[in-house]
């Protein structure tokens, strides 16, 4: 079965919602984000599907197709990688190797898990991302931390909802003050996903 992983920027406050511009897609400024942008090909190189919701996947269509002098590799691999996106109302993705989940996420989720190939990464798409959380369909999650506090915005996981333990599989600090951290949840006696 192939491995669900949900990767967000966040904020030290827990905030995945981005209502200030603590977050740009393509650098933080002048800040050196080599060895950042060197971690995400890493994680990208061993996924095949990029998993989003709808308001995420227009808001991703809306800009990275667009990007024609993007340096750092991200348009390239969104371009191409093959995109899955739930959604109820969207016919025509319009966004080259695209698909429309169109039925109930979490058996469109469960049957993608089920499917051979690398992992599955769903980014952005809070809603569907609580949605797959509480359905135990989350296999890792993984943060990109911001050193900024927002101080309101929605976080990742659904409002009540508690993980009694996670076992913290990778901590990194990178130049520009972000650090990731990656997390499975325990489970069956203990042991990660």
């Not at 949900?6 to 080599?34: R, Y």
């Not at 979490?106 to 051979?116: D, H, M, N, Q």
């Not at 520009?176 to 006696?189: A, K, N």
């Amino acid at each position: 079965m192939r491995t669900l992983a949900i990767t967000e920027n966040i904020t030290v406050d827990g905030s995945i919602e981005m209502l200030t511009d603590w977050f740009d897609p393509q650098g933080q400024g002048d800040v050196d984000m080599a060895d950042l942008l060197e971690e995400n090909h890493r994680q990208d190189s061993r996924a095949d599907a990029l998993l989003l919701g709808r308001q995420t996947f227009e808001d991703f269509r809306g800009y990275w197709p667009q990007q024609t002098d993007d340096t750092t590799g991200i348009t390239d691999y969104l371009n191409k990688v093959h995109k899955y996106v739930v959604s109820t109302t969207l016919t025509d993705p319009r966004w080259a190797n695209s698909t429309v989940l169109a039925g109930d996420a979490i058996e469109e989720v469960s049957a993608l898990k089920a499917r051979s190939g690398k992992d599955i990464v769903l980014t952005g798409g809070i809603t569907l991302a609580h949605t797959l959380i509480a359905a135990g369909l989350v296999d890792e999650y993984r943060f990109f931390v911001y050193p900024v506090v927002q101080g309101r915005g929605r976080c990742p996981f659904p409002q009540g909802y508690a993980i009694s333990r996670l076992r913290l599989v990778e901590s990194k600090a990178f130049r520009s003050g972000i650090t990731l951290q990656r997390y499975v949840p325990l489970r069956d006696g203990g042991t990660g996903a």
